[in-house]
C-alpha cells in the first residue's frame, strides 16, 4: 500500500512545475480529507478510512457486550447436538451372486464344492 501511494504522489507531482509541487505530507493531507480528488488506485482505501473516521465512538456496533462464558457454555450445552450423518443407514448387502461368496469364503466353498464346480462349468460353457 505504501507503494502505491508514493507511486501515485509521483505520479500527481510529475507534470507540476517545482513551485507547485506539494511535499508528500501535504498531499496526503489533502487526499486524506477529500477522498474523491485521489488517485483511483488509493480512492477505496481513503473513503474506507474516511467511514471509519467519521463513525461516532459510542456507536452500538462499536462496543463489543461482554461475554458472559457460563451463559454461553449453558446455551451450547442446551442446543441439540447435529444430525446423525449415517442415521439410517444399511450395511452394505451381501453379494448375492453365489460364485462370489464361494470364492470369499473358504467354508462356504467346502460345504458347497459341487454345487460351486457345476455352476462354473455352466457359466464357462462355449456357446456354439
Given amino acids: 500500500m505504501v507503494e502505491a501511494i508514493e507511486w501515485s504522489y509521483e505520479r500527481s507531482q510529475k507534470s507540476k512545475a517545482d513551485k507547485e509541487k506539494q511535499t508528500l505530507a501535504e ?42 462464558t457460563q451463559a454461553q457454555l449453558a446455551e451450547l450445552h442446551d442446543q441439540r447436538p447435529p444430525p446423525r450423518a449415517n442415521a439410517g443407514a444399511m450395511p452394505t448387502p451381501e453379494s448375492a451372486d453365489f460364485m462370489d461368496r464361494a470364492l470369499r469364503d473358504p467354508e462356504f466353498y467346502a460345504q458347497n464344492r459341487e454345487k460351486v464346480m457345476s455352476a462354473w462349468k455352466n457359466r464357462n460353457k462355449r456357446q456354439v
Fill in 27 to 68: 498531499w496526503l493531507d489533502s487526499v486524506v480529507d477529500n477522498p474523491d480528488t485521489a488517485p483511483i488506485t488509493i480512492r477505496p482505501h481513503l473513503q474506507a478510512l474516511k467511514m471509519i473516521d467519521e463513525q461516532p465512538a459510542d456507536a452500538p456496533a462499536a462496543k463489543m457486550p461482554a461475554a458472559d
